[in-house]
């Protein structure tokens, strides 16, 4: 299960990375097309507004996975670790409840568009249900791995394996932070890193 | 209602739930008590209307095309050229960090991949010449916040959205800013050296033809910069379209240097989703919050407090300075503008400060937050380059460039022309 989730969020990456190119160079030709043949299509702007909202909604679940969704850790740092443990914990319960809260009124987001087959009010007239589907989906994986690293998180602590724990839903420090940000310019700069 | 509702609000954050979800708690607590209506069905729909909002898609463009660039070889050479024409000053190789942070900030909107490029090409050469560490790698933490300053600016589009601002005025606002910024740097390190000569390191001896050599290395930044910020105000592209030339530019630039690769895509993807799903759960937390705020009328008792305690806007200004300095110590600084922004920015405004020029002032302030401990990442990214010494150095080493910073605020309070120039100009010539 945990396996599976952590495949699908590391695929939403490529799904959002892949429609951000694409926006890019869509955004890009539509620019041309206006500015050398005078062509208006006034497509890009709506179709990287959806591409933005799916984007984000499949990276939720990846940003749980490398704990990347901000926290203010100041006071809890201070906490003797069993304890902080187990607010790590209540954070992800609550990111978890967000998550479900996403889940159900973006669910009758979805659905009232597709009853009234509502249509953007657009030169494209988009069926508004189909980013908003794509989007609905972004969500329900953000939720399954909240709940599946909840689980986890908790049966580690109870299980008496705190790292493991920590692992997954302990607040990664800014070293840990900006040690990620070191290691990409190392690897992206080669041979001039002496 | 407000005192409850901001030691709410503390209370929620500081217990560490992700800054997102505590927004939206928070929110649905104070919809719960003050409201007769269940506002938390407009979870839906405002976040939808958050996560489509178009103007947001610069953001993650600024951050794929950074995750691109920093692949794309483009920095090191930049930093030689840097290295020949401005280390021949009393500093040397720190004004040569400055700088090439300076250009660097006008291709990338993000301050910690400006302080991560630049410190990985810079670092070996401190030791190199014998720099005293703490004002070097102060020099590269405070250098790399330029990034948000100078446009292109995430920070800028996103304190746009939450404002309603013109995101193309916010930018030219930041320009002479950016650029006073920058030499208040220069000067800090100027008169450091004047003072502690042994700080200085050994300069480098560069004749003219080498200077000269040097200089299509800047050719690449600087084409992006026209790019991505100069056609904006020829009137070619809004800035969201404008950040997607800039994508696409990037990708050029990384395939021309033999760069583009899956694993390269890989990995700036997934930097880049990660980025900007943070962001974005905030933003969409942000809005519920706002949603609520104004339903149950709490945005007006603010103004209504801040009116009844009868500062003078400078005092009011002077109190968010202070504020934010303060918060920005403890707080991720994205979280802290979205936060923040919808419940000050309204005061500010009431009180006859022009927002973009407020703008301005909150870049600076985030800053700020960047090279502030405990919690100040470019702090973070230039001891991690480094690897061995003391965190503590690098936080005295930035201590003069947060006082340099506090200057220019006092300066734009002073001349907020300074700030507002170039955008009434640009206005005029419409």
Redesign the interface.
């Known amino acids: 299960m945990f396996k599976l989730v952590r495949n699908l969020a ?1 695929f ?3 799904v ?3 429609l ?2 694409a ?3 869509l ?2 030709s ?2 041309l097309l206006r ?1 050398f043949f005078g062509i208006g299509l006034a497509a ?3 179709l ?6 799916i ?6 679940s ?2 749980v996975i ?1 704990r ?9 740092r201070l906490l003797p670790r069993g304890i902080a443990a187990w ?2 914990i ?2 992800m319960a ?2 978890t ?2 998550a479900y ?2 889940v159900a ?5 979805f659905h009232q568009s597709w009853m009234r087959n509502s249509r953007a009010m657009t030169p494209l007239l988009t069926p508004i249900w189909i ?2 589907g794509a ?1 609905w989906l972004g969500l329900c994986l953000f939720l399954a791995t909240c709940a599946v690293t909840l689980a986890h998180a908790i049966y580690f602590t109870i299980a008496g394996r705190p790292r493991e724990a920590q692992q997954l839903v302990g ?1 990664v420090t ?2 840990e ?3 990620s ?2 290691s ?7 041979p ?3 | 209602m407000i005192g409850s509702s901001l030691a709410i609000l503390i209370a929620v954050l500081a217990s560490s739930i992700p800054v997102g979800a505590a927004l939206v708690m928070f929110g649905l607590l104070l919809g719960w008590i003050h409201s007769p209506f269940p506002l938390v069905r407009a979870i839906g729909e405002t976040s939808w209307g958050a996560s489509s909002e178009v103007l947001i898609v610069a953001v993650p463009m600024f951050i794929l095309m950074g995750e691109l660039m920093l692949r794309s070889g483009v920095a090191s050479r930049m930093y030689d050229a840097m290295i020949k024409w401005f280390s021949w000053l009393p500093g040397g190789l720190m004004h040569s960090n400055i700088c090439a942070c300076t250009l660097f900030a006008a291709t990338s909107g993000s301050s910690a991949a400006t302080a991560a490029t630049i410190s990985t090409v810079s670092l070996p050469e401190m030791r190199r010449f014998g720099y005293n560490p703490s004002l070097f790698m102060g020099s590269l933490a405070a250098g790399g916040t330029l990034g948000i300053l100078i446009p292109p600016s995430i920070n800028m589009v996103v304190y746009g959205v939450l404002t309603s601002t013109s995101i193309p005025e916010l930018y030219l606002a930041g320009f002479i800013p950016g650029f006073l910024l920058a030499s208040l740097f220069m000067l800090t390190v100027l008169i450091a050296c004047l003072a502690k000569p042994e700080w200085g390191g050994r300069s480098v001896e560069v004749s003219w033809s080498e200077r000269f050599r040097a200089l299509p290395s800047l050719l690449p930044p600087l084409a992006l910069f026209l790019l991505v910020v100069g056609t904006i105000y020829a009137g070619v592209a809004t800035p969201t379209e404008a950040a997607s030339f800039g994508v696409v530019a990037t990708m050029a630039l990384a395939l021309a240097n033999g760069r583009l690769s899956i694993s390269v895509l890989r990995d700036a993807f997934e930097g880049t989703i990660r980025s900007m799903a943070m962001i974005l759960l905030i933003f969409v937390g942000a809005f519920f919050l706002n949603f609520v705020i104004s339903t149950i009328g709490l945005s007006r008792q603010i103004t209504n407090l801040i009116a009844y305690l009868q500062l003078s806007p400078l005092e009011t200004m002077i109190a968010i300075v202070i504020f934010y300095l303060i918060l920005g110590c403890f707080m991720e600084t994205m979280a802290m503008m979205i936060t923040t922004i919808p419940i000050i920015e309204p005061i500010v405004r009431s009180m006859g400060y022009d927002p973009v020029w407020f703008g301005v002032i909150v870049i600076i302030l985030v800053e700020a937050a960047m090279i502030t401990p405990p919690v100040g990442v470019n702090l973070y990214i230039v001891h991690g380059i480094r690897r061995d010494g003391s965190l503590n150095q690098v936080i005295f080493g930035a201590l003069p460039f947060v006082v340099a910073m506090i200057v220019l605020i006092a300066i734009l309070i002073a001349y907020p022309d300074l700030a507002l120039w170039l955008p009434q100009l640009w206005k005029e010539m419409r």
């Open positions: 590391k939403g990456t490529w959002g990375g892949t951000l190119v926006v890019a160079f955004v890009t539509e620019v500015r890009a702007a709506e990287s507004s959806y591409a933005l909202a984007a984000a909604a499949w990276g939720f990846y940003a490398h990347s969704h901000v926290r203010v850790d100041a006071a809890v607010v790590d209540l954070a609550m990111l409840a967000y809260l996403l009124h973006g669910w009758e987001v980013p908003q989007w607040v800014v070293e932070e900006a040690g940000e070191i990409e310019s190392k690897k992206m700069l080669g001039t890193a002496r």
